[in-house]
């Protein structure tokens, strides 16, 4: 198993992951002159996602995923990794299993801070983190359907990630699995 010996995630290669995407798609906007065509925002996004570099919807994704992950992943190792004292902090709000934070407890003790490890349930889990994303994308195409105007898939998905939400919050407070 492959263990670092600092955490590689800090706040710039999560601001970087943020960046690259914006200007992947802010480039390939202005490139074409969508906006200063008079577009809409939301026309000229679609219709340069549909032609940036004349690849295919799906395909473009793929080079903006991989662009955005090659310069998170770049910026991580380069850059200064978050301090001990945040990640403390951050495991004893969040508790986040997995042997990777085996370091950072050691440290908490060290520091005088004793962090209980609960044990995590691991099919709690993973339909927790099902439901979070059925949550957080049902969210998304719902506002979506209603900036299109879909007033019923808006509300469909809107209900749907409720759902999903209050579901999540269920598990969260029960000891269920």
Request: charged residues 15%.
């Given at each position: 198993?492959?263990?670092?010996?600092?955490?590689?995630?800090?706040?710039?290669?999560?601001?970087?992951?943020?960046?690259?995407?914006?200007?992947?798609?802010?480039?390939?906007?202005?490139?074409?002159?969508?906006?200063?065509?008079?577009?809409?925002?939301?026309?000229?996004?679609?219709?340069?996602?549909?032609?940036?570099?004349?690849?295919?919807?799906?395909?473009?994704?793929?080079?903006?995923?991989?662009?955005?992950?090659?310069?998170?992943?770049?910026?991580?190792?380069?850059?200064?990794?978050?301090?001990?004292?945040?990640?403390?902090?951050?495991?004893?709000?969040?508790?986040?299993?997995?042997?990777?934070?085996?370091?950072?407890?050691?440290?908490?003790?060290?520091?005088?801070?004793?962090?209980?490890?609960?044990?995590?349930?691991?099919?709690?889990?993973?339909?927790?983190?099902?439901?979070?994303?059925?949550?957080?994308?049902?969210?998304?195409?719902?506002?979506?359907?209603?900036?299109l105007g879909n007033t019923l898939g808006a509300?469909?998905?809107?209900?749907?990630?409720?759902?999903?939400?209050?579901?999540?919050?269920?598990?969260?407070?029960?000891?269920?699995?």
């Open positions: 198993m492959l263990v670092f010996e600092r955490p590689i995630e800090n706040n710039t290669s999560a601001l970087v992951a943020l960046a690259f995407f914006i200007q992947h798609k802010l480039i390939d906007a202005f490139q074409r002159g969508l906006l200063e065509d008079g577009l809409d925002p939301a026309t000229a996004r679609l219709e340069a996602f549909e032609h940036y570099m004349g690849l295919p919807g799906w395909q473009e994704l793929l080079v903006g995923v991989g662009l955005t992950t090659l310069g998170w992943i770049v910026v991580a190792f380069l850059s200064k990794p978050s301090d001990e004292k945040t990640l403390v902090q951050f495991v004893s709000r969040i508790n986040p299993g997995g042997p990777g934070w085996k370091p950072i407890l050691q440290k908490a003790r060290e520091m005088g801070n004793e962090i209980s490890t609960r044990q995590q349930k691991l099919p709690k889990a993973v339909i927790s983190m099902l439901l979070g994303c059925m949550a957080v994308y049902a969210a998304l195409f719902g506002i979506g359907y209603w900036l509300i469909v998905f809107v209900l749907v990630s409720l759902i999903a939400a209050m579901i999540l919050l269920q598990l969260r407070k029960t000891q269920v699995f």
